[in-house]
């Protein structure tokens, strides 16, 4: 009997959907969450026909160099930023994500998230219970209207489209900056208004970032583009970290040239910057932007269907259902079974 392959599981995850892995695979997982060493991530795609990680998981030439039976990796996250996609393709090994499944979960997030610090709630929240309510009063934490205000949504992808559609509810002008404009008709269906970079920072009254994170906009949004936004606007960002300077962002908060700021991701995360925990008009959530019960369980099962997939097991193999490096698929350096 042909000795069956070997998978790695990086992180626990839900077990009984991890379960399905166990009918094609000998699974090797982890028991409780670790933050593993690139040498660790080494040793143990070393021995691995396939691997399940996490974005805690950085993963590129260095860990995958030695591990010549490695033929998959299954990301749990639409980003994939923790994968060097040009050394696992060079390599041979397919790379797969877990988009859709999350869109309308994150969406939520982050329309909730944006009213959360326009609206002062975390501030208000942490002012009631360190005991300084004393009196009802008129002009206490006033914050700013989310209805008939002007979203602006850098990187209008599928949960950017997701935020503008729950933009219509609340009367909100939107308006959006991509790398490529959308088609006209999509344009229409999210009431959606394209303007430039500069123009987007300029106009909106609540900015949200959406954008996928690359080395090429590293902190895009820097001091000069917070200066372009007025001193009533907020910020939220959903996408990742390294998008904005977080030693500006503090700097423009502080001073009053921003009113606030809602933060579900940072660079250095999970440490985060301790500027911004000192200040009291940024709303910190430690990167829960999809963390309902149905969309984590369905995450995990979309890239355990990408892992069986990929490994060519069950109905479906060799068409996973969310490639990342196409290539890799179509047979550029694709290793054997």
Do not use: C
């Not at 069956?4 to 995850?13: A, G, K, T």
């Not at 696992?88 to 790379?95: D, H, K, P, V």
């Not at 949504?153 to 959006?176: D, E, K, P």
């Not at 990408?306 to 996973?320: E, F, K, T, V, Y």
């Amino acid at each position: 009997m042909a000795e069956r392959p070997r998978v790695w599981v990086s992180q626990p995850l839900f077990a009984d959907v991890i379960g399905r892995l166990d009918e094609h695979f000998d699974v090797v997982g982890t028991a409780a969450v670790t933050q593993h060493s690139p040498d660790a991530i080494a040793a143990a795609l070393r021995e691995a026909d396939g691997a399940l990680v996490t974005l805690n998981d950085a993963i590129g030439a260095a860990q995958v160099g030695g591990a010549s039976r490695l033929r998959a990796i299954a990301n749990v996250g639409v980003g994939y930023n923790n994968l060097d996609l040009a050394a696992l393709s060079a390599a041979g090994i397919l790379a797969t994500n877990t988009p859709d499944v999350l869109t309308e979960t994150t969406a939520d997030f982050g329309f909730a998230l944006m009213m959360a610090t326009a609206r002062r709630i975390t501030e208000a929240e942490r002012w009631l219970r360190d005991g300084h309510w004393r009196q009802w009063s008129f002009e206490s934490l006033l914050g700013g209207d989310i209805h008939g205000a002007t979203l602006g949504i850098l990187g209008m992808g599928r949960i950017g489209r997701g935020i503008a559609r729950r933009a219509s509810g609340f009367g909100m002008r939107v308006l959006y900056h991509n790398r490529s404009r959308l088609p006209d008709a999509v344009e229409r269906e999210h009431a959606a208004e394209y303007v430039g970079f500069e123009a987007l920072f300029e106009r909106a009254d609540h900015l949200v970032l959406v954008l996928p994170y690359s080395p090429a906009n590293h902190h895009l949004v820097d001091a000069a583009a917070l200066a372009r936004l007025r001193p009533h606007a907020t910020l939220t960002n959903i996408a990742r970290g390294g998008l904005i300077d977080e030693a500006a962002l503090a700097d423009a908060l502080a001073a009053g040239r921003l009113a606030a700021a809602g933060l579900d991701v940072f660079e250095g995360e999970p440490a985060v910057n301790p500027r911004l925990l000192a200040l009291r008009n940024v709303v910190l959530t430690p990167h829960i932007a999809s963390a309902s019960l149905a969309t984590r369980r369905a995450m995990v099962a979309l890239a355990v269907a990408n892992l069986i997939a990929a490994l060519d097991r069950g109905p479906d193999a060799g068409r996973p259902p969310s490639p990342l490096n196409a290539e890799a698929l179509a047979g550029g350096g694709k290793r054997s079974a």
